[in-house]
T-cell receptor
């Protein structure tokens, strides 16, 4: 079945690195996405990784993909209070996105 | 210019009333999607359109839910005889295409938060 799993909560201190993990199910996914949801705001595409890549770096963000284990992670370096939000990984089905439950990141000053 | 817009942003209604939620996609986007997001959950697919054709409505919970996109642009999601369990954030997204490519990247609107009393 279709099921994307994430841990629900993560708390880190400002300046530390955050790592948010996700396991997905569809091995044929071409892309995998990370979205950020802030209170009162829409879903913002944060970054994506093409399925033939192992890693993608984008400023403070690093995405790691382990296709064998169907594991995706998002690392945020030098986490700031503005990074506090809910982070969703998503895999595109044939046309509909399958989202994880979201990981609520809390950054402590 | 603008991204996906939705209206109203907030809707409070009484049980049994009908509601209509509007989505205005990014201009030129062929595909339009509706999702529902319950509190503490990720968005779940409801239905999607290519142009004006509804391609898949398998995610609609029951026949009280319907959607249309008559001219291939703006879409309306209608919930008849609302129930308290319909309370959720309803999100709309659009994409250039629906094929598995970078062009299928979905852009999300801010959502409509529906509260049924």
């Amino acid at each position: 079945g279709e099921d994307v799993e994430q841990s629900l909560f993560l708390s880190v201190r400002e300046g530390d690195s955050s790592v948010i993990n996700c396991t997905y199910t569809d091995s044929s996914s071409t892309y995998l996405y990370w979205y950020k949801q802030e209170p009162g705001a829409g879903l913002q595409l944060l970054t994506y990784i093409f399925s033939n890549m192992d890693m993608k770096q984008d400023q403070r963000l690093t995405v790691l993909l382990n296709k064998k284990d169907k594991h995706l992670s998002l690392r945020i370096a030098d986490t700031q209070t503005g990074d506090s939000a809910i982070y969703f990984c998503a895999e595109p089905g044939t046309y509909k996105y399958i989202f994880g439950t979201g990981t609520r990141l809390k950054v402590l000053a | 210019g603008a991204g996906v817009s939705q209206s109203p942003r907030y809707k409070v209604t009484k049980r049994g009333q009908d509601v209509a939620l509007r989505c205005d996609p990014i201009s030129g986007h062929v595909s339009l999607y509706w999702y529902r997001q319950a509190l503490g959950q990720g968005p779940e697919f409801l239905t999607y359109f290519n142009y004006e054709a509804q391609q898949d409505k398998s995610g609609l919970p029951n026949d009280r839910f319907s959607a249309e996109r008559p001219e291939g642009s703006i879409s309306t999601l209608t919930i008849q005889r609302t129930e308290q369990r319909d309370s959720a954030m309803y999100r709309c997204a659009s994409s250039l295409t629906s094929t598995r490519s970078r062009a299928s990247e979905q852009f999300f609107g801010p959502g409509t938060r529906l509260t049924v009393l």
